[in-house]
């Protein structure tokens, strides 16, 4: 029988763009700090919320705690971003995002994206499900839906849309939108490490 013809390649999956596990080696609960905060030094690490107040606790190496934002002081809806100093990153086709949680009450943080345009958006997929143990959970980009963010106040504005342009993201983050309910269980979200894997976009 005759060969059939070449299909096109399959789509690359891109490489890891950067990763952030943190850094807290006292092992104390403190306030973001540079010498309690984000460990990649080509990252800057930005809190947004009127009543934001996030905690760095747990402790380096600890499998079992790990150093983690803590989430229950904040007083409304928080989130945190990342800005990668050297470039953008394309979320566009097989890009995805692979994060770190454990998780207390009805809390989930949602993937946020501020756009070279400066919009902000969330989007549709909560991330962390489980009270017990950390738990990572990733997921493709392309396959969100977004919905306008207010970033100073971290709420959403409008309807959700298919797509937004991806190719060129200033920064990626995290948004809880409900406020935490201090230390204990009840209300709050910990986040130990968040990974991009994306091509990178030239700023």
């Known amino acids: 029988p005759a060969a059939r ?14 990763k ?5 080696p006292t092992g104390e609960e403190v306030a973001l700090s540079a010498t309690a905060g984000a460990h990649n030094p080509d990252l800057e690490l930005k809190v947004y919320g009127v009543g934001a107040s996030l905690r760095m606790t747990g402790k380096d190496g600890d499998e079992n705690n790990p150093s983690h934002l803590f989430s229950g002081e904040c007083k409304s809806s928080c989130a945190f971003a990342f800005r990668n100093k050297k470039a953008m990153a394309d979320l566009t086709g097989l890009a995805r995002v692979r994060v770190n949680t454990k998780m ?9 994206v501020k756009l070279a345009s400066g919009d902000w958006y969330i989007g549709d997929r909560p991330e ?25 106040n971290v709420v959403t504005k409008g309807n959700p849309v298919d797509k937004i342009d991806l190719s060129k993201v200033d920064e990626i ?31």
């Not at 207390?104 to 946020?112: R, T």
């Not at 269980?185 to 490490?193: E, I, K």
Request: proline share 12%; hydrophobic share 35%.
């Open 5 to 18: 013809p070449a299909g096109p390649p399959p789509p690359k999956r891109p490489g890891l763009l950067y």
């Open 173 to 203: 983050g995290f948004a809880d939108l409900m406020p935490g309910s201090g230390h204990g269980p009840g209300g709050w979200f910990d986040v130990a490490q968040v990974e991009v894997y994306a091509k990178p976009a030239a700023r």
């Open 128 to 152: 962390g499900s489980s009270t017990r143990d950390w738990i990572f959970s990733e997921f493709n980009t392309s396959d969100l839906r977004w919905t306008k963010l207010d970033i100073a």
């Open 104 to 112: 207390s009450g009805f809390h989930k943080v949602y993937p946020i």
């Open 20 to 24: 952030e596990e943190w850094t807290n």
